[in-house]
């Protein structure tokens, strides 16, 4: 049995357990989402060429030759505009949805690290939605209700689980 190929395998997993951080997740919340419009790129090359041979005179192919070059690259897809106009939206909804707590917690406004939050949240008030009476309830609900009267004697999930009488005795197993 070959026990060179385990204790390298052991080491290098010791190994691995000691360098490896963990993932950890990302707040998407307000960023730019990947948006890029385009980029310039600037580059200096100085190339050195001492000798060339194809020749015996070496002293004709000596060359040092400085090369200057703008890259201009554009990407494809949605122009610039439109996914600028997107980050916005995007930026703005996720604040609408967020200023309703921003703005109900007034030690937010006394901590310096939460101006700029502040700030942008200053002035929105989150408005619910109350076309919706109080005691109505789901279309799914009242759709299970109509089956469960069509069909008592169905048990269904979700409906509430029926707890025998406080002096009921379970079976013992034999």
């Not at 009476?133 to 109509?146: E, G, I, R, V, Y």
Request: include cysteine; hydrophobic fraction near 30%.
């Amino acid at each position: 049995m070959n026990y060179y190929f385990t204790g390298i395998l052991i080491i290098l997993m010791v190994l691995l357990a000691l360098f490896v951080k963990p993932a950890h997740a990302r707040n998407e919340y307000l960023n730019e989402y990947g948006v890029r419009c385009g980029e310039v790129d600037f580059r200096v090359e100085q190339r050195n060429r001492d000798t060339d041979y194809r020749t015996s005179n070496t002293s004709d192919y000596d060359d040092d030759s400085q090369n200057f070059s703008i890259t201009f690259r554009k990407y494809l897809g949605t122009d610039c505009k439109t996914s600028k106009e997107n980050v916005a939206i995007k930026q703005q909804l996720e604040l609408m949805k967020m200023c309703g707590r921003v703005n109900s917690n007034p030690s937010l406004a006394l901590n310096e690290n939460f101006t700029l939050l502040v700030s942008k949240c200053r002035g929105v008030t989150p408005t619910r939605d109350n076309t919706r009476p109080n005691d109505s309830k789901s279309h799914w609900d009242s759709l299970k209700d109509d089956y469960k009267k069509e069909n008592p004697d169905l048990k269904l999930m979700g409906d509430k689980l029926l707890l025998p009488p406080p002096n009921y005795k379970m079976p013992v197993p034999e």
